[in-house]
């Protein structure tokens, strides 16, 4: 088992132009997609897959990310938004229970075609069978920061947190670790254990 504790693109554009387009190269490097294998390490036997923020949109309450990647040269992706309103999940070295878990505090939409590839990249690397695309409802996790400070995603910082999915039906039950890396903009799924890999692809498919 892993341990536990282990803007709108217009302002961009702006930006880029008031710079003399200085950072063209900088912006182009950066949203440069990756394979999302390519940091998997085989000794830790964990699949662990990172994802480069495309786009983001800000709403009163959250942020959402376009997150896409490679597989196989082909290009997958999906749609994560993320509450804006989780306080820190540990406090002085503790786990704080009180008001850290957040429902419905992350939650996963298709983008479409590049969705269902998503799914077939992630169902074969966790060794699970299925046919399916994802899912065209929203998949909604109980969210729980691994932070020792409030998570603010207007910063250029590093948030993790674990997810919970399908808390009241114990044959979809399932955890999975999200990484947000502001400064470099990815997002990283991170596998909490190999048993939640057919509950995983079974919530995003259903």
């Known amino acids: 088992m892993k341990k536990q504790i282990t803007y709108p693109l217009f302002f961009s554009f702006l930006f880029m132009l008031g710079c003399g387009n200085t950072n063209k190269p900088q912006q182009a490097a950066l949203m440069q997609l990756q394979d999302i294998t390519q940091r998997i390490d085989p000794e830790e036997g964990f699949i662990d897959v990172f994802l480069k923020i495309t786009d983001e949109t800000k709403t009163d309450t959250s942020h959402i990310y ?17 509450n804006a309103n989780i306080p820190a999940g540990i406090v002085d070295g503790d786990i ?4 850290s878990f957040i429902p419905n505090g992350v939650k996963l939409s298709s983008i479409g075609a590049e ?5 077939q990249a992630l169902a074969e690397l966790y060794g699970v069978a299925t046919t399916k695309g994802f899912t065209k409802d929203p998949v909604y996790a109980t969210a729980f920061s691994l932070n020792e400070m409030p998570v603010d995603l207007n910063q250029s910082e590093y948030y993790r947190l674990k997810l919970f999915f399908e808390e009241d039906q114990e044959e979809l039950y399932s955890e999975l670790f999200l990484n ?10 991170s596998e909490k ?5 057919r509950p995983l692809i079974d919530v995003m498919t259903k």
């Open 66 to 82: 376009l997150a896409k990647g490679l597989y196989k040269d082909k290009t997958i992706g999906l749609a994560i938004e993320v």
């Open 96 to 99: 704080s229970a009180e008001g």
């Open 115 to 119: 969705s269902d590839t998503f799914i």
């Open 180 to 189: 947000i890396d502001l400064a470099d903009r990815e997002l990283e799924l």
């Open 193 to 197: 254990d190999h048993d939640y890999r």
